[in-house]
C-alpha cells in the first residue's frame, strides 16, 4: 500500500496582525504594532500550497480560528453585546484585545502532534491538540482546533483524537514544532523524535536564563503515552538551553527532520553525540539508515538561523530518494545562508535542491514555511478517509484565493482591530469557508 506525507497549511487568518505577543521570538517582538496586510499573507500562504501541489506532493488546509475571540473576553469580565465587549475591551485592556485577535493559528506546526499509524498500539492516527499556554494568545486555540482536526479526521476507524494536555506550565506543549519523525518510508514504522526545553519536575536538566522554554520533557512523554508508542520507537532530546535564550522558542528553527534525514545547527541540542546515536540505533531496528547533516557555526550562526529561518524550512522527498528544500526569501538575503546553501546543494548529498518562497508578512510574525504546515504521515487507505473538501486541488485554490480577495483587508493596525465590524467581517467570511471545505459547524458563533 502506498503512503503519503501530507503537508496541511494553516490558512491565514483575517485578523492577521503584528502584534508582539510572542516573548521569545525575535520577529514578532521586533515588528510589534507595524502595519500587516492579511490578504498578502493568505495569498502568500495559498500560493505555497499551490506550488507544492503542483510539484506532485499532497498538500491539505487546515482552517484558522475565529477572532476577535468575543468569549474569551467575555470569561475576563467584559460585558454586553459583541460590539460593546470589543469596545470595553480597546478602552479598559487593549493588550488582551490584540491578544484575543491574535491569527497565530495560522502556524499550524503548533496545532497538535501527530503518530502516524504504523508507529501507534492501536494501529490508527494519533493526535493531540497542544495546550500551548505557554502564551495566553495561543493558549485559546486548542478547542477550536480540536473541533476542526475532528472535522478533518473524522473517520474513527482510522483516527484517534485526544484533548489538550492539561493547561499548567508542568505540561506545557507545543505541538509538532518539537516533533518530527524518522523512518525508512511513510508507511513503515519509524522513531518519534520529540525534543523539549525543559523538564517540570528533574533539577538535572538545565533551563534557558532569558527566554520561556516553551516545551517540557514531561509533556512529550505524556503525548508517547497517549499515542501508545513503543519505547524502541521514540527518542527524546534537549535543545540547547542557551539557543533558546538566542531566540529559538522551538526546535523547527534549529532543526527539521524527513525521511532518514536530520538537517541541525551544531549548537541545536545538549549532548548530540549521544542522541544521533540513539536515532541511528533505534531507526536501523525498523530497516532505516538515520542521516545527519550538521550546520557548523563557523558556516551559520545561531544568529544567521534565527534571522534567517534557514531550519524552519521544509524537507520533501522526491520520488528519486533526493530532497527538496523549501525555505524563506530570507534565506536568499543573507549572505552566509545562502553560501551555505550553494554548498549543500552542489555536494551531491542527500539535499539536491533548494526553493525559494516569499512569506514576508509570516516571517515578519516570527513563522517560516515549516510553521505554516502540520505534517500527516497516510496510507492510501487513511487518505481516502480524510475529509476530501481540505485536500488541495486547483478547483480549491482558486475558490480560497476569490474567498480571500472577497473578504480579507490588505491593512490591519491595532486600531483596526478595536472596530466592531471586524468581527462581522470575519464570522461571515469563517462561516463561507466552512462550506468551501466541507467542515460543518466548528466555530462558537456556528454552534453557540
Known amino acids: 500500500m502506498k503512503s503519503y506525507e501530507v503537508n496541511f497549511d494553516g490558512l491565514v487568518g483575517p485578523t492577521h496582525n503584528y502584534g508582539g505577543l510572542s516573548y521569545g521570538n525575535v520577529a514578532s517582538q521586533s515588528n510589534s504594532q507595524q502595519s500587516s496586510n492579511p490578504k498578502e499573507a493568505a495569498l502568500q500562504g495559498l500560493a505555497k500550497m499551490k506550488a507544492l501541489m503542483d510539484m506532485g506532493f499532497q498538500q ?89 482536526l475532528g472535522a478533518m479526521f473524522a473517520n474513527p476507524q482510522h483516527f484517534a483524537h485526544h484533548a489538550a494536555l492539561p493547561a499548567v506550565a508542568q505540561f506545557g506543549d507545543e505541538g509538532a514544532a518539537n516533533h518530527t519523525r ?99 540505533s533505534k531507526l536501523a531496528k525498523v530497516g532505516g539508515k538515520f542521516q545527519s547533516v550538521c550546520v557548523p557555526r563557523s558556516a551559520v550562526t545561531v544568529d544567521d538561523a534565527v534571522r534567517s529561518y534557514l531550519f524552519n524550512s521544509q524537507l520533501l522527498s522526491r520520488p528519486d530518494g533526493s530532497m527538496l528544500l523549501i525555505v524563506p526569501e530570507e534565506c536568499r538575503g543573507n549572505e552566509r545562508v545562502w553560501q551555505y546553501l550553494q554548498g549543500l546543494t552542489g555536494a551531491g548529498g542527500v539535499i539536491r535542491e533548494v526553493k525559494v518562497f516569499d512569506l514576508k508578512q509570516s516571517m515578519q510574525n516570527g513563522g517560516g514555511p515549516a510553521c505554516l504546515r502540520l505534517r500527516v504521515a497516510l496510507n492510501e487507505t487513511e487518505l481516502a478517509a480524510v475529509n476530501p473538501g481540505v485536500i488541495m486541488t486547483a478547483p480549491l485554490y482558486e475558490s480560497l484565493t476569490q474567498w480571500v480577495e472577497r473578504h480579507y483587508r490588505d491593512r490591519m493596525t491595532e486600531n483596526d482591530l478595536a472596530d466592531p465590524q471586524l468581527l462581522l467581517e470575519c464570522r461571515g467570511a469563517l462561516d463561507e469557508l466552512t462550506q468551501i471545505l466541507k467542515l460543518g459547524a466548528v466555530y462558537p458563533f456556528q454552534i453557540n
Request: net charge negative; proline share 5%; charged share 20%.
Open 60 to 148: 491539505g488546509v487546515l482552517a484558522p480560528q475565529e477572532r476577535p475571540d468575543v468569549a474569551a473576553l467575555r470569561r475576563l469580565g467584559f460585558a454586553g453585546s459583541d460590539a460593546q465587549v470589543i469596545q470595553q475591551a480597546a478602552k479598559e485592556a487593549m493588550p488582551l484585545l490584540v491578544a484575543s485577535c491574535s491569527a497565530s493559528s495560522m502556524w499550524v506546526a503548533n496545532a497538535a502532534t501527530v503518530s502516524p499509524s504504523a508507529d501507534t498500539a492501536d494501529g490508527r492516527v494519533h493526535f493531540t491538540a497542544a495546550n500551548l499556554n505557554c502564551k495566553y494568545h495561543r493558549s485559546i486555540e486548542h478547542p477550536t482546533t480540536s473541533r476542526v
Open 182 to 280: 524518522f523512518c525508512r518510508a511513510y508507511g513503515e514504522a519509524g522513531v518519534e523524535f520529540f525534543v523539549f526545553g525543559r523538564s517540570a519536575f528533574d533539577t538535572r536538566y538545565p533551563a534557558p536564563q532569558k527566554y520561556p522554554a516553551r516545551q517540557t520533557l514531561e509533556a512529550s512523554q505524556a503525548v508517547a503515552r497517549l499515542h501508545g508508542l513503543r519505547e524502541e520507537g521514540v527518542v527524546y532530546a534537549q535543545q540547547n538551553p542557551s539557543v533558546i535564550d538566542q531566540g529559538v522558542f522551538h526546535n523547527d528553527v534549529i532543526a527539521v527532520g524527513n525521511g532518514e534525514v536530520l538537517f541541525y545547527h551544531e549548537d541545536a541540542f545538549l549532548e548530540t553525540d549521544k542522541m544521533l546515536a540513539e536515532l541511528s
